[in-house]
């Protein structure tokens, strides 16, 4: 497959492009994306429908250092996985820490109450599994995602971004099955930069995609929509 063209106009058109790279996976048993949101969900919406696949979300909530929220310390995802990520010269004393962990740890709670409702989390064991998110700079909080679902025993665990720092790619190999990215920019810098369009995703906006994604697979599969489809 050769390189897409950067940048990608929205995360939508990136999705559709990582389907393609993905396309292989259409045939292996028991397919399930999982988006990490925001962002992810949009990508991982195309991704799940190109591939008939169901799509659930996985909250990953960034830990950044106080102060200076951009820069990534670590990560934390469902199932107690933590991440960290220490950044040269830059220490966060235990008790700021322990304090960033339990507001990130609330909000991660509310995100998945707020997306998924009263519908119970799609069970990754035995699955063919692919992560999903809108991009990958230092790799901290997709490697939190993958650890929490390596947790709940996948048969194949995948990790997809339609774009992403060669190296953190790299990195991912010794947790994921197989890491797929399409589009390896050098020098990377930041996500953001690789899409003409990148705004920030609304929790009403990555609700109704994940709604459209449930009623469009319910429809694939000869189902009609009710409350315990996936």
């Not at 995100?111 to 998110?133: C, F, K, S």
């Not at 705004?199 to 906006?205: A, R, V």
């Not at 459209?212 to 009710?226: I, T």
């Amino acid at each position: 497959m050769a390189a897409p063209r950067l940048p990608y106009e929205n995360r939508r058109q990136a999705g559709r492009v990582l389907a393609d790279a993905l396309a292989h996976c259409r045939e292996r048993p028991n397919l399930l994306v999982l988006a990490l949101p925001r962002g992810g969900v949009p990508v991982g919406a195309e991704v799940a429908s190109a591939l008939e696949a169901p799509l659930d979300i996985l909250v990953v909530r960034k830990l950044g250092f106080p102060g200076h929220e951009e820069f990534a310390i670590g990560a934390i995802a469902s199932g107690g996985v933590r991440v960290m990520n220490p950044l040269p010269g830059m220490t966060v004393p235990p008790d700021a820490l322990a304090g960033l962990v339990a507001r990130e740890q609330a909000e991660l709670v509310r995100r998945e109450q707020l997306y998924r409702g009263e519908r119970p989390a799609i069970d990754p064991l035995g699955r063919t599994v692919v992560v999903i998110d809108d991009g990958l700079a230092t790799g901290a909080t997709m490697r939190a995602a993958l650890l929490a679902v390596r947790q709940q025993k996948p048969a194949w665990l995948v990790a997809a971004v339609p774009v992403g720092a060669a190296e953190s790619c790299r990195e991912l190999q010794d947790v994921a099955d197989e890491v797929v990215c399409p589009a390896m920019p050098e020098p990377f810098r930041a996500v953001g930069l690789w899409y003409r369009e990148f705004p920030q995703m609304s929790d009403d906006e990555v609700h109704t995609l994940l709604e459209d994604s449930r009623r469009l697979h319910a429809r694939s599969v000869h189902l009609k929509p009710r409350e315990d489809v996936p």
